[in-house]
């Protein structure tokens, strides 16, 4: 095995860790601040189409991400209505939103498929992408990569260092003393439902402008439940997060590379091996039920009305 | 804001009936629209969609046959959702249930004994039993969340699928095509005279019949019923909330294997790569417009088989793309859980004449 | 009255006046036309039963809640208070009766929430640890709040009002958790305060704590202000009649004739582990109740109430079933049906959704825990019309005010819906019955009534364990009496042997008073 070799294999498993540590990190805010969206798979779903959509018909795949984002954004509105404003359940709310995401993804995207549009090229960052080895597998990417790290550190900082963040954590703890306290319960949530639909729609966009690089029904094949899983099994914190992404993204590229080598195990049951790492791994995590219930955010998937 | 929620104290019962059918005016108001900014006439769209695929005869039957599965997996999800056990895995519980019942079938040569069919059908059953009890285990043994692992547990059980009707179960006379070899006289799922109308279409809302008796009757009901309203007063009363999870989703799971044997035995009449139109998907829409109640479930199933029907009949008569199904599933769903807050709720005027305009 | 309260508005400088507030809630007007002027530097006493519209408003006063009408005047200016935010810029601070602190945050970052202007929020430890040395209020900046008593969760609100130099502290119902001792440092607190020229606006309905602390009094019955006074010139007695429309009827059960029976509930060495999150586990502990017997368990929320209820009714099962005997049965390790056939009735602390399902009809919460000695249901179907005439059986004994059977639990008031759970159990006719908190929250007609129930109950030979946090339930109610604090229970006493200051030590966790007199000295 040479290095070459090796640095290809970490470009392949950073390329597959990239779209579920960015929907999963969005998903982190807006559990943090009480509410459990359960459709992000249907809003990366759309923001795949979207952002494949706007790319083509724009010929610029930056344009297609931020047009991924907006759209990712609208369509968790439709979610934040229902379940804050309409005190709709949550988990229902957000099966619908899936369910929706995936038909609509799929009306939009009829006369997109087989059709090939700009995709994102790598941009090396100077100087650091000239590193051995490292340079080439973390600085010679392309945007959306280095989008999700400088995300990540900026949703770490913000959760545990900013009073803004303080704020967010104390709405997911308990609605109703922050509520007491006079802060708008309502309004944060939308704004933490608002990201987590922008960055489940950036995840998309990654999928259809970069790692498939096309658009077709079920681009997503459950990396929007797996991102989900991602989130329980990072106990809400972010660097853990990040540890969960490459594991699966590890897992996901390992089996890509059992297919590669030839052996002679039958490709669906290979494609097997993510969600049985989830599982797997959903399992380990949560058999400590009271880890899980002191790090998870008190008020997650609760209603709440102000009696004002 | 002008108005503003105020709860209403008790349920009302007006209401309670009242969403869906509001729900239902408001989608198909919205897919007028849809179907106008698509460039298409909205009421000829909407005809086409939901009442031209039930003006005939052969129409109405596989109107039956469409809303048969979806009975049958909605009425099992209703009970876990009663029970609050968030089950979404449908359609990985129909796959294997389909899959366990189907291996007897290709298995034993054709009409090797009276009872071969029964015998399918109970091992579609255990099948889906087995899927859904996977996720009971996961839950209760270690605390899993049910909504991830039975969802997971439909990419697998979709994977197996695949693998078997491309390796080892291929059909070795179907030219290479993904699927087994058709099933024989002796495990096929009887229809009646000249219709596509087969057993299971009787079956579906038999059984969702049966389902709601033991919910409304039975102390075993009332124990899923009170678990899913206030675990800690079940725990009062002394209700086993294992127990009762396992119930819940063993019953489910039954629920879905049954239909997914039936529907291999059936309309599809051999194993292909892909034996669900997203039917466990479905069937939670159907749970919820339904009422978790399984008669209102039987109703709401034979709307969203609708809703499949009709996107059929828009891809072949308006050359749209079928995807609309799930555009008005959706919307469907959407509107009937906002609805939904004016059976505990109601919106009040907010008087412009408020004190702090001091 | 009212010449008293023209005397003592002109004493002191209005520093807040309240004029015609209305608050209209679905069903209930909370508060009508109601007038209150605090006074600056008074401690001043919102005095009512529960549900007299105290709550709501000094909700209004902090900005929580609008009232449909009526106006505020602050320091002679009128406001309109829309946030706590802006409440707390004029310089109102508030702590709540259930406190509004965030459970997964540390002390100081609950603290730094209260703090609207960033200001504040600079070199907060320090600025904490001053405050806490000042009067007296010892805290950990660093440590999480659910490892917190519920003594020093109040001091983090107190701290967090504080460090705004507010001018008026309004204080919901502080020491309903807190023991007799606590409340007496906490009383030094506010009267330093006082000193300092901080009105306070002290809300209670326990009225020798108010006659001894505050100068003035408003007193509230069903929305509106029924009276003023000074309430170190009223007897607690005067105060009661004025706060509960009717004369109060001496309640004096002392005299009543007891024929103990033999031992029908026999815990030995209970050692649980609690199933809640922040949790209280129980830890060895024993006590026997007589048949014709009322056993009363005192104590401070959440010292071990809710896992010995448990553990009684068979929730959370013992490590042994010897730990529990039941007319000499071990049913440590039985489950509750089983406890239930054997004669075991329970009644948890919390109504909504442990004692009862709100969405169900009371039919279905009378079948809930008594279909087995009421044998509701045959061969696991229920038997529907023995399931209403049980709960029509009920509702008749129990005076229950509602449509019937078929209503919903959550449309019954708390009191009525109290009345019939205790009714579901004692219907029963149990041999032995565990029962929390029965009169929380319920009228004095009701909590009479529930009063009499027991005692009939146990002049037929039951056996009853009350647990409660209301001491003078328990005096009065009670043939012997034993303590619980941080899951541990004191020796049984005679009633007749317990004087407040007794059970106040033991409710502390301490048996000479020492110990807790150092920790309350400022680290």
Redesign the interface.
């Known amino acids: 095995m040479n290095l070459a070799y090796v640095s290809n294999l970490a470009i392949s498993v950073v390329a597959a860790s990239t779209p579920l540590l960015i929907a999963a990190s969005g998903e982190l805010v807006a559990e943090k601040s009480g509410v459990l969206n359960?459709g992000v798979e249907g809003m990366m779903l759309v923001g795949a189409i979207a952002g494949f959509a706007t790319a083509h018909q724009t010929g610029s795949a930056l344009l297609g991400v931020g047009a991924a984002a907006l759209a990712g954004m609208l369509i968790a509105m439709?979610f934040a209505?229902?379940t804050l404003s309409?005190?709709?359940?949550q988990?229902?709310?957000g099966?619908?939103?899936?369910?929706?995401?995936?038909?609509?993804?799929?009306?939009l995207g009829?006369g997109y498929v087989g059709i090939s549009a700009p995709v994102l090229h790598a941009i090396p960052v100077p100087l650091l992408s000239q590193i051995p080895f490292i340079g080439h597998v973390l600085f010679d990417q392309n945007i959306l990569i280095y989008f999700s790290f400088v995300m990540l550190a900026l949703i770490a900082w913000f959760l545990n260092k900013t009073?803004a963040g303080?704020?967010l954590?104390?709405v997911g703890?308990?609605h109703?003393?922050?509520?007491?306290?006079?802060?708008p319960v309502l309004r944060i949530r939308y704004a933490a439902v608002a990201f987590g639909g922008a960055m489940a729609g950036i995840g998309g966009a990654y999928l259809s402008l970069f790692y498939s690089p096309l658009w077709s029904?079920d681009l997503t094949?459950?990396r929007g439940?797996i991102a989900?899983?991602l989130v329980?099994f990072s106990a809400w914190r972010p660097l853990w997060l990040l540890v969960g992404a490459y594991l699966f993204g590890g897992i996901t590229f390992l089996s890509l590379y059992i297919q590669g080598l030839g052996i002679a195990v039958?490709s669906?049951?290979v494609?097997?091996l993510p969600?049985?790492g989830?599982?797997v791994v959903?399992?380990l995590i949560?058999?400590d039920?009271?880890r899980?219930?002191?790090n998870q955010?008190?008020c997650l998937g609760k209603y709440f009305?102000a009696?004002? | 804001m002008l108005y503003?929620?105020e709860?209403r104290g008790e349920r009302s019962l007006f209401w309670s009936y009242g969403s869906p059918v509001l729900a239902v005016i408001l989608t198909i108001i919205t897919m007028m629209a849809i179907f106008s900014l698509l460039g298409k006439p909205p009421v000829q769209g909407i005809e086409t969609f939901l009442i031209t695929p039930i003006s005939t005869a052969s129409g109405l039957s596989s109107l039956l046959v469409r809303a048969a599965p979806l009975i049958m997996i909605g009425a099992g999800l209703a009970l876990c959702y009663r029970a609050n056990v968030?089950n979404?895995g449908g359609d990985g519980q129909f796959t294997l249930g389909a899959l366990a019942g189907a291996g007897l079938a290709l298995a034993l040569p054709n009409g090797a004994f009276w009872w071969e069919y029964p015998l399918v059908l109970c091992l579609g059953v255990l099948g889906g039993m087995f899927w859904a009890g996977i996720v009971a285990f996961?839950k209760l043994r270690?605390?899993?969340?049910e909504?991830?692992?039975s969802?997971?547990?439909v990419?697998?059980a979709q994977?197996?699928l695949?693998?078997l009707v491309?390796?080892p179960w291929r059909d070795p006379q179907g030219f290479g095509f993904p699927q087994s070899a058709m099933f024989g006289a002796g495990a096929t799922t009887p229809d009646f005279g000249t219709t596509s109308i087969h057993l299971g279409c009787l079956l579906a809302p038999l059984l969702a019949l049966v389902l709601w008796q033991i919910l409304a009757r039975s102390v075993l009901g009332f124990q899923l019923r009170v678990v899913g309203q206030a675990p800690r007063a079940a725990r009062f009363a002394g209700f086993s909330n294992a127990r009762l999870t396992w119930i819940a989703l063993l019953v489910s799971g039954g629920l879905s294997g049954l239909a997914g044997i039936i529907e291999v035995t059936g309309p599809i009449g051999q194993l292909t790569t892909t034996i669900t139109p997203g039917y466990g998907?479905?069937a939670?829409?159907v749970a919820?417009l339904g009422r978790l109640h399984p008669v209102g479930v039987i109703f709401a199933g034979l709307l969203l088989a609708l809703s499949y029907l009709g996107g059929d009949a828009a891809q072949i008569n308006l050359n749209m793309?079928n995807?609309?199904?799930?555009?008005?599933?959706?919307?469907l769903?959407?509107y009937l859980?906002?609805a939904?807050?004016l059976i505990l709720?109601r919106f009040r005027r907010i008087r412009p004449s408020a004190p702090e305009a001091a | 009255m009212d010449s008293e309260l023209d005397n003592t508005v002109l004493e002191r400088p209005p520093l807040l006046v309240l004029r015609g507030i209305v608050k209209q809630?679905p069903g209930c007007l909370a508060n009508d036309h109601v007038d209150l002027t605090i006074g600056k530097g008074e401690i001043h006493a919102l005095l009512g039963e529960n549900g007299a519209g105290k709550s709501t408003l000094v909700k209004i006063i902090y900005?929580?809640?609008?009232p449909d009408a009526g106006s505020m005047i602050w320091n002679g200016q009128p406001v309109s208070i829309a946030?706590?935010?802006q409440?707390?810029a004029l310089g109102i601070g508030m702590v709540?009766q259930h406190?509004?602190?965030?459970?997964?945050?540390t002390v100081s970052?609950n603290i730094?929430?209260?703090l609207n202007d960033?200001k504040d929020?600079e070199n907060l430890e320090s600025r904490i640890a001053e405050i806490s040395t000042r009067y007296g209020l010892p805290l950990d900046p660093h440590k999480a709040v659910h490892d917190l008593s519920v003594g020093e969760r109040q001091r983090i609100e107190i701290v967090r009002c504080l460090l705004q130099n507010p001018k008026l502290l309004i204080m919901d119902e502080p020491t309903s958790v807190l023991t007799p001792q606590e409340v007496s440092k906490l009383f030094d607190t506010l009267r330093r305060l006082r000193d300092e020229g901080c009105s306070i606006l002290y809300i209670s309905h326990k009225l020798e704590e108010i006659r001894t602390l505050c100068e003035r009094a408003t007193i509230m019955r069903l929305g509106k202000v029924v009276a003023h006074c000074n309430p170190a010139e009223k007897t607690a007695r005067d105060l009661a009649e004025m706060m509960i429309s009717a004369k109060l009827k001496q309640q004096d059960y002392s005299n009543k004739t007891i024929h103990l029976g033999g031992d029908r509930l026999v815990v030995n060495k209970l050692t649980i582990r609690s199933n809640q999150?922040f949790g209280t586990d129980l830890k060895d502990i024993s006590f026997t109740v007589k048949g014709g017997e009322i056993f009363g368990i005192a104590g401070i929320a959440g010292n071990g109430q809710g896992e010995l209820m448990d553990a009684l009714s068979g929730e959370i099962p013992a490590g042994s079933p010897m730990n529990i005997l039941l007319d000499g049965a071990a049913i440590g390790q039985e489950r509750p049906r089983a406890r239930r056939r054997r004669g075991g009735c329970f009644l948890p602390e919390e109504r909504n959704g442990h004692g009862a399902v709100g969405q169900m009809t009371l039919a279905e919460n009378g079948f809930l825990s008594a279909h087995v000695r009421g044998a509701l249901g045959r061969f696991g179907l229920i038997n529907a019309k023995r399931t209403r005439e049980f709960a029509a059986k009920v509702i008749h004994a129990f005076d229950v005010r509602t449509t019937g059977p078929l209503a919903e639990a959550r449309s019954l008031s708390g009191g009525n819906l109290q009345k019939f759970l205790v009714g579901r159990e004692v219907l029963q006719q149990p041999g032995v019955l565990v029962i929390s908190q029965p009169t929380w929250g319920v009228d004095a007609g009701a909590a009479a009534a529930i009063y009499e129930a027991l005692l009939q109950l146990a002049a037929a030979g039951t056996a009853i364990v009350l647990i409660s946090q209301d001491l003078d339930e328990i005096l009065l109610l009670c043939d012997r009496i034993a303590v619980i604090a941080a899951g541990r229970l004191s020796d049984a006493m005679n009633v007749k042997d317990a004087t407040i200051e007794k059970i106040g030590l033991l409710m502390g966790g301490t048996h000479t008073g020492k110990e807790e007199l150092a920790h309350a000295l400022p680290a």
Do not use: C
């Open positions: 359960l439709i209505l229902l309409f005190l709709a359940n988990v229902a709310t099966l619908a939103l899936t369910i929706f995401g995936k038909g609509f993804a799929a009306l009829a009073h303080l704020i954590r104390a703890d308990s109703d003393a922050a509520h007491a306290m006079g802060y029904q094949a459950g439940w989900l899983a329980v039958p669906p049951l494609s097997l969600y049985v989830t599982v959903l399992v949560s058999r039920a009271r899980i219930r002191l955010p008190a009305h009696v004002s | 503003r929620l709860p968030w979404i996961l270690f605390n899993a969340n909504i991830l692992t969802l997971m547990l990419y697998i994977l197996i695949v693998w491309t390796g998907f479905s939670v829409i919820f793309p995807a609309i199904t799930g555009i008005f599933q959706g919307v769903l959407f859980l906002g939904d807050v709720h | 809630f900005g929580v809640m609008k946030s706590p935010a409440a707390r709540f406190f509004s602190l965030f459970e997964a945050l970052e730094a929430l209260g960033p929020r999150q």
